[in-house]
């Protein structure tokens, strides 16, 4: 099966979610040609950030560059991440297409976005293209929170085939290796906390919890350029280093304010690492028994109480992780997906 899989971006570009999901989206077919803005683009066109449109643009580039390439490769199957197949759904293409939703821009606007100046474009104007998206295509969400999202906000009815987790690459490390290895000098605990230093990941809470817990060491993960204080700092570390962060901690601190998924949770727990996490992306519908603790709210009291217990009583998640979100179960679905599609050559 030939594939084309459209995406804004690649890893190498971007190493975000969408991105690593595209990585490991690459091994469910053997044919597989990514289609991103920079391998479209000749770097000429109007910027279009200002009215909150340069996405879409990116988006129609990518679908005219498919459309150049379709006439040539004949190809068996669309795959879009979010809105970067809008415009295919403005014009007719014969070949099944799939649109993969990582998330909504309404649920993102609404749950985080309120009261800054992104607010009005992110869910009047981004939401129409993310809408748009959905035209002749198969509609896949990457969780339960999304699907249900889709369909109180556009009436769009959704699959959802949840990610995966490389479970050989992902996996505990003995911690004092893990901490040698980072340059960890640590006998008591360490919480992790791994994303960008801003407000919708959460990093005011742990700036807040580490004041008021300084006899845990708490060291940050992220790609933000922030000076730590009383926390450790390591920036711009490579995804196939993480099992070492993962295993030199004794939980991971994951307050964010708006999550699809949330592959740091995934990632950790397959390192069976328990996880303090506010109830958003997977963990609105995972029981917390068996991950660590979910918080309803972004109390940092709450997470004080929560860190205490898990502290006290460690969970083993790794298992939830293997039965639920291995990456065969991953590459097994969107295979199943692709031939049906493929046998029905058409959009749902």
Known sequence: MKVALLSMYSFDEVR????????????????????????????????LTRLNLEEARKGAAICRHFRR??????????????????????????????????????????????????????????????????????????????????????????????????????????????????????????????????ATKGFDILQEVARRRPGIRFLCVTPSGVEGGDIVVHRNVPNEMMPLYYSSADFLLFPSRYESVGYVGLEAMACDLPVVASRTGVFE??????????VPSWDPTEYLEAIDHVLCHTPHPRKVVEERFSM??????????????AKGRGGG
């Not at 975000?16 to 066109?45: C, M, P, Q």
């Not at 065969?328 to 599609?341: C, G, H, T, V």
């Open 328 to 341: 065969e179960r991953f590459l097994a679905d969107y295979q199943a997906a692709a031939r049906a599609m």
């Open 16 to 47: 975000g979610g969408t991105e690593l999901f595209t990585e490991h989206l690459r091994k469910a077919f053997r044919d597989v040609h990514v289609i991103t803005y920079s391998s479209s683009s000749n770097g000429k066109g109007v910027d």
């Open 69 to 198: 390439l379709h006439r040539q490769n004949d190809y068996d199957l669309v795959i879009a991440n979010s809105t970067a197949g809008w415009y295919l759904g403005m014009s007719r293409v014969d070949v099944p297409m799939m649109n993969v939703y990582h998330f909504t821009m309404r649920g993102l606007a609404d749950q985080v976005l309120k009261g800054t100046p992104g607010y009005l474009p992110s869910k009047y104007v981004s939401s129409v293209f993310e809408k748009l998206a959905s035209v002749g295509k198969s509609s896949v969400a990457v969780s339960a929170k999304v699907s249900r999202e889709l369909w109180s906000m556009y009436r769009i009815r959704s699959r959802v085939i949840e990610h995966g987790v490389d479970m050989e690459t992902f996996r505990p490390i003995p911690r004092d290796e893990a901490r040698e290895s980072i340059g960890l000098d640590e006998d008591g605990p360490v919480g992790l906390f791994v994303g960008r230093a801003d």
């Open 285 to 294: 519908d995972l029981g917390e028994e068996s991950v660590g603790r979910i």
